[in-house]
């Protein structure tokens, strides 16, 4: 899905402080962004999981909608997601993870769950918060690498002990710029010789007590007894040791730290193939549900274009059978038409032929009333009809009908409206 780019909010728990983005800028201006960024759901906005650096690089490119996929992730599961995610590509530098880390205290976790959490070592934790115990400069000097964060793991106790030993110690690394090995050693030798001192110190205020024979009763008494005898034996032994027999054990203490110190390079190795495992993990579960969701949606897609193409199908159909039926109907109307057509011209024709009859019939009987028209009549001075009904016939005024002139004849017989003259045979 495509959201807003301002509605995509950074992580709080990135402990990245720098971002190289212009390479990535020209790839995707290039080739578009591959893949898209991890998101969750948090009210309006989205909190971010993976993919600052596309996010910055996108913004920079002046996108405004960015395509991403949400996920469902507790608050614990995002901050070890977001910090190893991260550690697996690039380590982080020292001020971006002791920062990170005070955030986590800030936040009120202890270095102890935080080195739980997120499987950091709990010295190389407390290392990176103990440094915020110093001055600016001290900081600033671990931040460009004068000093080593491995450094403050062998101060350590020198810290918990006093600052201001510490941060002296500190000073002189960085003038003479001893290594982590020497380090350690002037720690050791100065450990060594504060407990001297309290020691010393502490008998000065005891009393001169005579020893008093403890009486070993239990096995565990026996077994402190044997403790102790055995560790002043062994002080004893190095006093006696001859130069070679010294530098024999010295060098089998080198064999140990160094046996130490690969087995620890081994446990670190092992915890980032560790961290590896559970990054991929966590993408191919990422990568699992984004391809269902991708397949579901592609089904709803495709289902959709189905009913779609059914109904466009069955439109074009209906449209088809409707042209169909309109050209039977257009037909079958034009075939009635043309009967009935047919029909009304033989009755035209008959009708035509009727009237021609009647009108050849009128004209006869025109010839004849315009015959009896041509005569005054005595009675009425004026135009008159003679028409026949029956073996009758009768005289009618029409003023319609204009008079023939006619020659004089000898006047006729008087004929009443009621009598009918004898006709011509």
């Known amino acids: 899905m495509d959201v807003d780019i301002e509605l995509i909010k950074p992580s709080p728990y990135q402990p990245r402080l720098i971002f190289e983005v212009d390479e990535l800028t020209e790839e995707i201006e290039n080739d578009g962004l591959i893949s898209e960024l991890v998101v969750r759901k948090q009210d309006k906005n989205y909190e971010l999981i993976d993919g600052e650096r596309r996010l910055k690089a996108l913004k920079k490119l002046g996108w405004t909608k960015v395509p991403v ?24 530098s020292v001020e971006e993870e002791s920062r990170y880390f005070k955030k986590l205290t800030d936040e009120g976790m202890t270095p102890w769950e935080i ?19 110093f001055p600016a ?15 403050i793991v062998a101060l350590e106790n020198v810290i918990g002990r006093s600052i201001e030993e510490a941060q002296t110690l500190i000073n002189e690394i960085i003038n003479r710029k001893l290594t982590l090995k020497e380090t350690k050693k002037i720690v050791n030798k100065q450990k060594q010789k504060v407990e001297e001192m309290r020691i010393e110190a502490v008998e000065e205020f005891l009393p001169e007590v005579a020893p008093k024979v403890a009486e070993l009763k239990t096995a565990e008494d026996f077994e402190k007894a044997a403790k102790v005898l055995r560790k002043t034996a062994k002080k004893k032994r190095e006093i006696t040791l001859t130069p ?4 024999l054990i010295e060098k089998k203490k080198k064999q140990k730290q160094e046996e130490l110190k690969k087995r620890k390079i081994e446990q670190e190795k092992l915890e980032k193939i560790h961290i590896k495992k559970e990054a991929r993990k966590l993408a191919n579960e990422m990568k699992e549900k984004e391809r269902l969701k991708i397949e579901k949606e592609a089904q709803k897609i495709m289902e959709v274009r189905i009913k779609e193409e059914a109904q ?13 039926i309109q050209k039977e109907v257009k037909k079958e109307v034009e075939d009635k038409s043309l009967s009935k057509l047919k029909r009304n011209m033989k009755k035209l024709t008959k009708r035509i032929e009727t009237l021609q009859k009647e009108k050849a019939t009128l004209l006869d009987n025109k010839k004849v009333f315009l015959e009896a028209l041509n005569f005054n009549c005595p009675h009425c001075k004026s135009s008159c009809v003679v028409y026949q009904e029956g073996n009758q016939y009768f005289v009618k005024r029409s003023a319609k009908v204009s008079m023939i002139t006619e020659k004089p004849v000898a006047p006729t017989p008087s004929l009443s409206p009621a009598s009918s003259p004898k006709g011509p045979n």
Do not use: C
């Open 137 to 151: 400069t001290i900081q600033k000097a671990l931040w460009t690498g004068q000093i080593s964060a491995s450094h």
């Open 312 to 324: 466009k199908l069955a439109q074009q159909l209906n449209e088809k059978e409707r042209l169909k």
């Open 69 to 92: 996929r949400v996920i469902k992730l507790k608050k614990d599961v995002v901050r070890r997601s977001v910090y190893k995610v991260n550690k697996v590509r690039e380590n982080y």
């Open 244 to 247: 070679e027999e010294k530098a």
């Open 115 to 133: 080195s739980k959490e997120l499987g950091v070592d709990f010295h190389w934790v407390l290392a990176h918060l103990n440094i915020f115990k």
